[in-house]
């Protein structure tokens, strides 16, 4: 592999907000301040740094973030979306409400940031066996 993924930027409309809601899901300690970001480190040491974004909050850019998590942590993040009475989906472009999936021999789900950025959370990776 010639490179691996340091950190992506996710653009806001509060930058805390946004991802405050990520660790509280995922039962991360909370964002630390780093320049202009609200940075969340991840386990295989990516990093999501959510930034204040400068267009209004209908223009921003949809993006799509999917984490993989061991069967435990998606059971205490779907535990969570539950608790707090989050709308959630099995599938992207809000298909299958209030479901999770079973694609790939694992469990997955999609929620909404606050932005309406998508998280799906998956305990099992399909990006190289071919069925999408
Ligand atoms: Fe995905």
Do not use: C
Not at 41 to 58: C, E, F, H, Q, R
Not at 87 to 98: F, I
Request: net charge negative; aromatic share 10%.
């Amino acid at each position: 592999m010639p490179a691996k993924l340091d950190h992506t930027i996710v653009h806001s409309s509060d930058r805390f907000t946004s991802a405050h809601f990520l660790t509280d899901l995922i039962g991360a300690p909370e964002p630390k301040a780093y320049g202009p970001f609200a940075a969340v480190p991840l386990a295989n040491g990516v990093t999501v740094d959510y930034a204040d974004s400068i267009v209004k909050p209908d223009r921003l850019v949809m993006q799509h973030l999917a984490l993989l998590v061991s069967e435990e942590e998606f059971d205490e993040i779907f535990a969570r979306i539950v608790e707090r009475r989050l709308p959630y989906w099995a599938e992207p472009a809000h298909k299958g409400s209030q479901q999770i999936n079973h694609r790939h021999h694992g469990r997955g789900v999609y929620v909404d940031d606050p932005d309406g950025h998508a998280i799906e959370f998956l305990t099992h990776t399909y990006v190289m066996d071919g069925t999408g």
